[in-house]
């Protein structure tokens, strides 16, 4: 790794593993290249693809700075997923990812390397269009240029996104002004599909009238599976378990300890319920459902977050559970249920939670599981009431699950 891909502000937020880098390069759609040609900097937006480890952008043989190859290059992709609105005006900011790319580009002239590019650029813009399209000509091919640059040298980087409920501004007082403050989701929305007048009656493709962008990463690890106990069955969350939700866990104490105000309301557990799905797009969280296997009603919300597949590691958390089903076995048996597949299907290495100290209940319940306080991180995280939070960190390896493991099912099985 080199100096240059690491940022000097906010470093915190950089990622450096490449399911994170990947994964941003595949769902975005436009690229900034940029290059220095005589003696001055000049970025041109262009189409790109990844093919393995390595970054091609598209462009005409008529345009200079994609002639001037083999040169060093810098090339930027950016996915902008929200805004953040504070009562302050230099408190406001946008919820992002990106990743640079530095690198020397090399122009393809191998006929083959060419062809298969031009095509996954096809198929990067909608998956599928390479077979449905004439194939370039020799003229065609000719006019077009593409560019090649390794991946040795990348970074991503993810804007701070906004919890619900969290406070955005910062200077004492604020939260008295009479501004709204808070976060407006972003994402790609595509249109129904506008034929071509001369088409006829020619049926729309099946992969425009599913198109989409921002599945997020392509990875076993954000996907979220259905997991089933005895008691609970873990789902992905959606707009479905809203109501039930909020019939089942509106309640003040379950809430106590959370960084966001009481969702009591359906348009207060829209919005949480929204927020989580945003950060399943994006690669941030895997958001579930916490489903009574009797009823098939949801009464509660678990996810994972912190994943990290290159580590590999992921933490537990966001979760709160209706009061009616506090030690009655539900939490142990969707813990367990996510610890199975953590470990068992995704391979980790290492799984934790972190919880505020003054939450006794939460550290007791973690305890129970297994697994082991490892410190304590200071002023950590503002409470909603502006004070300063300071997290307990608890964490199980995979070492000790096997034993963790079947004390819990023995557990509830008794």
Excluded at 11 to 34: K, W
């Amino acid at each position: 790794m080199t100096s240059r891909i690491v940022p000097t502000r906010y470093a915190d937020r950089a990622r450096y593993d490449r399911p994170t880098i990947d994964a941003i390069l595949d769902e975005g759609l436009v690229a900034h290249l940029g290059i220095v040609i005589d003696g001055a900097p000049r970025v041109i937006p262009t189409l790109h693809v990844r093919v393995g480890d390595t970054l091609y952008v598209h462009g005409s043989t008529g345009s200079r700075p994609l002639r001037e190859a083999p040169a060093p290059v810098c090339v930027t992709v950016t996915l902008l997923d929200g805004l953040v609105f504070a009562r302050s005006g230099f408190n406001h900011s946008v919820d992002y990812r990106s990743v640079v790319v530095h690198g020397l580009a090399r122009t393809v002239t191998d006929p083959a390397e060419k062809a298969k590019v031009l095509d996954a650029l096809l198929d990067h813009t909608a998956p599928g269009r390479a077979a449905d399209c004439r194939p370039p000509s020799q003229k065609e091919l000719a006019a077009t240029a593409v560019l090649a640059i390794g991946l040795d040298e990348a970074s991503a980087k993810i804007g701070d996104r906004l919890v619900p409920g969290a406070v955005v501004d910062e200077e004492p007082g604020d939260d008295t002004l009479p501004h709204w403050a808070g976060f407006l989701p972003l994402r790609t929305v595509a249109d129904a599909p506008v034929a071509s007048a001369d088409l006829g009656e020619r049926p729309v493709p099946a992969y425009l009238k599913t198109y989409a962008r921002g599945s997020g990463p392509r990875t076993p690890w954000y996907r979220p599976p259905t997991l089933r106990g005895t008691l609970v069955r873990l789902e992905p969350l959606g707009r479905e378990h809203i109501d039930d939700l909020v019939a089942n866990a509106g309640e003040p104490e379950v809430y106590e300890h959370l960084p966001h105000p009481v969702p009591s309301t359906v348009e207060a557990m829209t919005r949480l319920v929204e927020v989580a799905r945003a950060d399943a797009q994006r690669g941030i969280r895997v958001p579930f459902a916490q489903i009574d296997v009797r009823t098939g009603q949801a009464i509660g919300s678990t996810s994972y977050y912190d994943i990290a597949p290159e580590r590999p590691s992921l933490a537990i958390g966001y979760t709160f559970l209706g009061r009616p089903w506090w030690r009655s076995g539900v939490n142990t048996e969707s813990k367990l249920l996510l610890l199975d597949h953590a470990f068992g299907t995704l391979g980790a290495e290492r799984v934790t939670w972190h919880t505020d100290n003054r939450n006794l209940r939460s550290q007791a319940a973690i305890e129970r599981l297994g697994a082991v306080r490892e410190g304590v991180l200071r002023r950590d995280k503002r409470r909603r009431d502006g004070s300063w939070r300071d997290t307990v960190v608890y964490g199980m390896t995979s070492e000790e699950w096997p034993a963790n493991r079947d004390r819990l099912r023995a557990r509830l099985h008794a």
